[in-house]
């Protein structure tokens, strides 16, 4: 097997590579000439640039990406399956890693730490909106879905606190929380298919449902998946998938996922202020 270590120009992190590189063993290294990685990794194999790479069927990619970087975005979405990503210096990641931290319940704290490891990639690099029509600026770019998701479980705890559809506990925080994080999970479906897949409610809650069985308990597994199926609110249906019929939120959770998502999606909406 054939390594192909990339990373953002910005990346200095010795330690954290040297953690994540023992986990490869490789035949050969392929990185980029003039990088860390060249000095990291003597002997390596390298590249002048990035659209000199070619990616060969026997390569896997290592991706130490900022949420910033072109190129890695490029590469990486580009060739999914091969790639892994580890994020560095991401003001949205941070948040995005900070708010299942929050998690009061420590079962479900653990295993929203598992799920993380198990969404795709793509979900790390694109944007909230592949057309850019409704979404606010902050949701845009890359990493766009990952600050969007943020400002949603934001949004969803706040509701909670107001008692506006819930009773104000941890209970409820919690599992508004970890809906409004995980909602768009699957928002360009299992595979990156480069656009929204319409049926991604449905997607992300039978993904939950599957993935927080042994660390969520019924029926609250069964609440959060219901608010994630739901969230689209009275859009139901899309041209785009005529044979696609989603589910209308009924309950007070479900009103309040879908609330959340709303209001999140708004354009007047600028996001966190550690972001700016």
């Not at 990373?7 to 490869?24: A, C």
């Not at 909230?128 to 879905?145: E, N, Q, T, V």
């Not at 929380?177 to 449905?202: M, N, R, S």
Request: with cysteine; net charge negative.
């Amino acid at each position: 097997m054939k390594l192909v270590v990339i990373g953002s120009s910005s990346f200095s992190d010795k330690e954290l590579f040297d953690s994540t590189i023992k986990d490869y063993s490789a035949d050969e290294y392929i990185v980029k000439a003039k990088s860390d990685f060249a000095t990291w990794i003597p002997g390596a194999t390298t590249f002048t640039k990035y659209n000199d790479l070619v990616i060969e069927d026997d390569m896997q990619i290592l991706a130490f990406w900022d949420g910033e970087s072109l190129n890695v975005k490029r590469i990486v979405e580009a060739y999914p399956e091969k790639s892994t990503i580890v994020t560095f210096e991401n003001k949205a990641v941070k948040s995005f890693y900070d708010m299942v931290e929050q998690i009061k319940n420590e079962k479900w704290k653990e295993g929203c730490r598992t799920l993380i490891k198990k969404l795709p990639n793509y979900f790390w690099v694109v944007a909230a909106s592949s057309s850019g029509k409704y979404h606010p600026k902050c949701d845009l770019g890359s990493g766009g879905l990952v600050r969007h998701s943020v400002m949603v479980a934001v949004t969803a705890v706040d509701l909670v606190r107001a008692e506006i559809f819930v009773e104000d506990n941890d209970l409820n925080a919690d599992m508004a929380l970890i809906a409004g994080l995980f909602h768009d999970c699957l928002k360009q479906g299992k595979d990156c298919t480069g656009h929204t897949v319409f049926e991604h409610p449905e997607l992300a809650a039978e993904f939950l449902n599957e993935e927080l069985k042994d660390y969520i308990e019924e029926p609250y597994l069964s609440i959060i998946c219901g608010g994630i199926k739901t969230h689209m609110g009275k859009w139901t249906t899309s041209d785009y998938a005529p044979d696609v019929v989603l589910e209308k939120p009924s309950t007070a959770f479900q009103k309040l996922v879908h609330t959340a998502d709303y209001v999140a999606a708004r354009k007047y909406i600028s996001g966190l202020e550690e972001w700016q």
